[in-house]
């Protein structure tokens, strides 16, 4: 079991936001799953992601259950997502397995940005993600307060705020590395101060609202300490106890500018990479996610679990971590849980097995144990 804030996880599994979480039956699927002990969506913008089927492509490496992939957002809105929540929510009434909606924003000019020590994204990385043109870019207009605003809505409907399990939870995507132009804004963890504002402000009048910022890899030491250090700067004291309006955070994203080409991709998929040059995707290079990822991921979860665990702040103290990338076995949950995790979550391996895929993850002894270590 794993709880933060009100939310709690059993088991501590969960698929991540994912193209195999894109519709209802996806995700009625998952949560009906019993091997999951949360679901997450697709992540959704506000009006929907101008999604390109003969761009936006995925493709499995024939020699290890690892991806490469140039999917943006959702086609579907938030609003198709609220009501998806609610038809699986209602369907459900005895059950307390959350739902944690991932959702994007376009970043707002932020005057009092401070800048920190963010990995250097080059115009030549801009160039080399070819996807179809992003509505999402930055903006003078902030569009979370209104998404966050309808999830408040869905939540008032089941009680959330007042329930001794919510089930509605929040994560952020501030981490996809196909969107042209726009490389991941938490690669400058600064730049999302205004979102976290607005978080701020919503948790301020709903302490029980979990919110997460689902990050991307990161590869040097001072990285770790910006985010931490940046989501340690909104912490308040409320009522004598310190509070944070972000409860969690989920690593890793997918890794930017991966490419993989037609001779490494799984049989299904060779006459489609044949047809894009020989190449594994249309796009070129894409996010390069699962088993080959795992390594990375581990480092990322295992570097912010000690700077969590260290900090001085209690409200640091106690965020939680959804652990992601590469996980597909009992073996790899195992791996993660090792290295910090609260929680799992996969990807490619749902892509690839499909809900079986849950029923392996679930054997970690440290699950099947009863403990986490």
Known sequence: MSAFRELTIVPPVTNTACPWASNLDDLTALYECSDTGAVTTRTATLKGFPDDPTVHQVAFASESLSSVNCYGYSPYPLSQYIEWVKTILQSHPDSNKPIIISIT??????????????????????????????????????????????????????????????????????????????????????????????????????????????????????????????????????????????????????????????????????????????????????????????????????????????????AIRSLAIIGAGGVFSADSADRMFRAGADVVGCATALGRKGISVFADIVKAPSISGGTKP
């Open 105 to 314: 924003a376009p970043l707002p000019h932020d005057d009092d940005a401070v800048p920190t020590h963010s990995l250097d994204i080059s115009s030549q990385e801009e160039e080399m993600i070819e996807v179809s043109p992003h509505a999402e870019g930055s903006s003078s207009h902030n569009e979370l307060p209104e998404m966050l605003a309808a999830i408040q809505a869905l939540r008032a409907e089941f009680d959330d705020a007042t329930s001794a399990s919510p089930r509605i939870a929040v994560e952020i995507n501030t981490s996809c590395p196909n969107i042209e132009g726009h490389p991941p804004p938490s690669y400058d963890i600064s730049s999302l101060r205004s979102l976290v504002k607005s978080v701020a402000e919503v948790c301020r009048a709903d302490p029980s609202l979990a919110v997460g910022i689902k990050l991307p890899p990161y590869v040097y030491a001072r990285q770790f300490v910006d985010v931490i250090d940046f989501i340690a700067s909104f912490t308040e004291e409320v009522g004598g106890k310190k509070r944070n309006p972000i409860a969690f955070l989920t690593c890793t994203n997918t890794l930017g500018s991966s490419l993989m080409f037609s001779d490494q991709v799984i049989q299904e998929d060779q006459a489609a990479a044949e047809a894009a040059g020989g190449f594994a995707l249309p796009a070129t290079w894409g996010g390069l996610a699962g088993e080959s990822l795992h390594p990375l991921s581990l480092g990322n979860v295992h570097a912010f679990r000690k700077l969590i665990n260290a900090h001085q702040d209690e």
